[in-house]
């Protein structure tokens, strides 16, 4: 019996949406993956902070920015990834090949666009609170 074919346009675009929670990392590594529970930290992280003292709300959501942001990250290495070495490491047992066709590289223009949008934009924020004493504004 042949394993699941992964596509890499769907992990992709899960990174891109969902990489914050890490599903890209849950599609292709059924089971309990490590770097994709560490995504899900950031929800309790959140939480917590947000029961234990009274931040500043940018920092109640700082933990799932940075995990979105790395997310993007992992969106552009999945995507750049040769379709050869990519067969070699997630469908080598699938007994079918994968083509990339302009999807792909839509996607990969849009991650691009949203992550440097979404990193800048907390740089920029973290920036403001940091250098106003965390007052709210």
């Not at 917590?48 to 790395?70: C, D, E, Q, R, T």
Request: hydrophobic share 50%; net charge positive; charged share 10%.
């Amino acid at each position: 019996m042949a394993a699941a074919h992964k596509n890499k346009t769907v992990a992709t675009l899960l990174a891109l949406l969902l990489g914050g929670f890490g599903v890209h990392r849950f599609y292709l590594k059924p089971g309990a993956d490590r770097i994709g529970l560490l995504h899900l930290c950031c929800l309790p992280v959140t939480g917590i902070l947000y029961g234990a003292v009274k931040p500043h709300p940018f920092y109640i959501v700082l933990p799932l920015l940075v995990s979105y942001i790395v997310g993007f990250v992992e969106a552009l290495v999945i995507g750049l990834t040769p379709d050869e070495k990519w067969d070699a490491q997630y469908n080598a047992h699938s007994g079918q090949q994968t083509h990339s066709n302009w999807v792909l590289v839509l996607l990969l223009v849009i991650t691009m666009l949203v992550a440097t949008t979404v990193l800048i934009g907390t740089i920029a924020r973290l920036s403001d609170v940091v250098y106003t004493g965390g007052a709210y504004g």
